[in-house]
């Protein structure tokens, strides 16, 4: 086990933000949460990470764990000058062969000296991801990591996250809203509204009717018929 959170309230004066929620994270889990916007995942990773105390339940995690959390959003000082290099390295003692590594890995080296500000999206989030992959940790916590990209540059981005788990062999815990694409690397997937909807394995969950009167029934079909096993090879340029 490396994370274990039991019963997590939070209320906030807007309402009951997360009810008795419980999860566990173990070694080499690959989970992705997924919810409706204000379901309560932001809120469920903080108390996870431990930057947020809920107001009852218990978050215990696995002695020396470390975490690499990727927050949503990443508030840089236009004014304050601050290379890739820089905020790769910050607060934190990194062996140098290492950085190397993961930056060859995330597919950054061209970008180090250029200033955090002038970064496009997709650029920041593999330095995001760089920089959480810098710590060596035994669980890389993202919140939704591929929000402000498109299409193209989601599919890129939870491409390089699939390698970085197949490589480094570490949990990965997840917040998206693109389920339909990571279906095939996630191993499981808990719905949340507030309260843990269902949780399971991908295939299962969008057959469940709770996740079905969440995301509508042409959601889940769309999710469903995505990840399929191939008991045949392809010819004459068949791509499905
Ligand atoms: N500090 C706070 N005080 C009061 N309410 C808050 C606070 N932070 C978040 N909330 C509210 O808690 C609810 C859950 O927020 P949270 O950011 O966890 O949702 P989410 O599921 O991550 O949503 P999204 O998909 O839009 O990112 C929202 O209604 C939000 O407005």
């Known amino acids: 086990m490396l994370i274990e959170g039991q019963n997590i309230t939070v209320k906030k004066e807007t309402g009951l933000i997360l009810d008795n ?12 949460i997924v919810g409706p916007n204000g379901a309560g995942k932001t809120m469920l990773l903080k108390c996870l990470v431990g930057v947020l105390t809920p107001g009852s339940g218990r978050v215990t995690h696995k002695p020396g764990l470390t975490i690499g959390y990727m927050p949503q959003n990443l508030l840089i000082d236009p004014v304050l000058p601050l290379s890739v290099r820089r905020f790769l390295s910050l607060n934190l003692a990194i062996e140098a062969d290492f950085l190397t590594e993961i930056i060859d890995e995330t597919n950054i080296p061209h970008l180090l000296d250029r200033q955090m500000h002038n970064l496009s999206s997709g650029e920041i989030q593999r330095v995001m991801l760089a920089r959480a992959l810098a710590r060596d940790p035994d669980l890389l916590i993202l919140d939704e990591p591929a929000q402000n990209l498109d299409i193209s540059g989601q599919l890129e981005f939870y491409k390089l996250l699939e390698k970085i788990y197949h490589n480094r062999q570490k949990a990965i815990l997840m917040v998206s809203h693109d389920l339909h694409l990571v279906m095939a690397s996630t191993k499981k997937v808990v719905c949340l509204y507030h309260h843990v909807c269902c949780s399971g394995a991908p295939q299962a969950i969008t057959r469940d009717p709770e996740f079905i009167s969440i995301f509508g029934d042409d959601l889940s079909k769309m999710m469903a018929v995505y990840p399929h096993e191939h008991d045949h090879d392809h010819f004459n340029g068949d791509s499905h």
């Open 21 to 32: 929620v419980s999860l566990q994270i173990d070694e080499k889990d690959f989970l992705t």
